[in-house]
T-cell receptor, first 114, second 109 residues
Framework: EPEVTQTPSHQVTQMGQEVILRCVPISNHLYFYWYRQILGQKVEFLVSFYNNEISEKSEIFDDQFSVERPDGSNFTLKIRSTKLEDSAMYFC????????????FGPGTRLLVL | RKEVEQDPGPFNVPEGATVAFNCTYSNSASQSFFWYRQDCRKEPKLLMSVYSSGNEDGRFTAQLNRASQYISLLIRDSKLSDSATYLCVVAGSNYQLIWGAGTKLIIKP
């Protein structure tokens, strides 16, 4: 069964550093998402992406964040200058279309900012 | 008022028992409703969608009451493997998923 994959599984970085989290969505999917989950808290929507542009973003997704689909398979989330409060689990998800119910989630990247 | 509200639990339930979770949502324009399951430090996984007419999948039954903005999940004959956090998720007209904080379920032998 096809899966969403994410790398790295864990990332430790110093405050102020840039990080890039990588995702490979399921190959025939057209919509891509990033979510984050701070330890012990709820899952929060960050951004959705379709047709090479952002379709929706939340208040959390400020100028420090950017997304890109650099090639036909990868979907990346960049945090330009990490803050302590960016420490969280970051999940990538994809689905075929907005009308399709199921978003398929990757296993997540655990980011720790020191 | 929180957009999606759930009792955080934990619910401690003996194996074989029936357990019910509830969830309320604030946006009456919400279009789609789901229950996800999340194991500790893992990604959320879709358990089932929730339809207006109610739907059942094996031991799991989901109900939606649009008038009261209320969603429920019933688990019958609970098993040890049902121990997890159950997340109520609501999607608006833009299909953006809004997540509840989850209800933790612990099934005891």
């Amino acid at each position: 069964e096809p899966e969403v994959t994410q790398t790295p599984s864990h990332q430790v970085t110093q405050m102020g550093q840039e990080v890039i989290l990588r995702c490979v969505p399921i190959s025939n999917h057209l919509y891509f998402y990033w979510y984050r989950q701070i330890l012990g808290q709820k899952v929060e929507f960050l951004v959705s992406f379709y047709n090479n542009e952002i379709s929706e973003k939340s208040e959390i997704f400020d100028d420090q964040f950017s997304v890109e689909r650099p090639d036909g398979s990868n979907f990346t989330l960049k945090i330009r200058s990490t803050k302590l409060e960016d420490s969280a689990m970051y999940f990538c998800a994809s689905n075929i279309g907005l009308a399709e119910e199921t978003q398929y989630f990757g296993p997540g990247t655990r980011l720790l900012v020191l | 008022r929180k957009e999606v509200e759930q009792d955080p639990g934990p619910f401690n339930v003996p194996e074989g028992a029936t357990v019910a979770f509830n969830c309320t949502y604030s946006n009456s324009a919400s279009q789609s409703f789901f229950w996800y399951r999340q194991d500790c430090r893992k990604e959320p996984k879709l358990l089932m969608s929730v339809y207006s007419s109610g739907n059942e999948d094996g031991r799991f039954t989901a109900q939606l009451n649009r008038a009261s903005q209320y969603i429920s999940l019933l688990i019958r004959d609970s098993k040890l493997s049902d121990s997890a956090t159950y997340l109520c998720v609501v999607a608006g007209s833009n299909y953006q998923l809004i997540w509840g904080a989850g209800t933790k379920l612990i099934i005891k032998p």
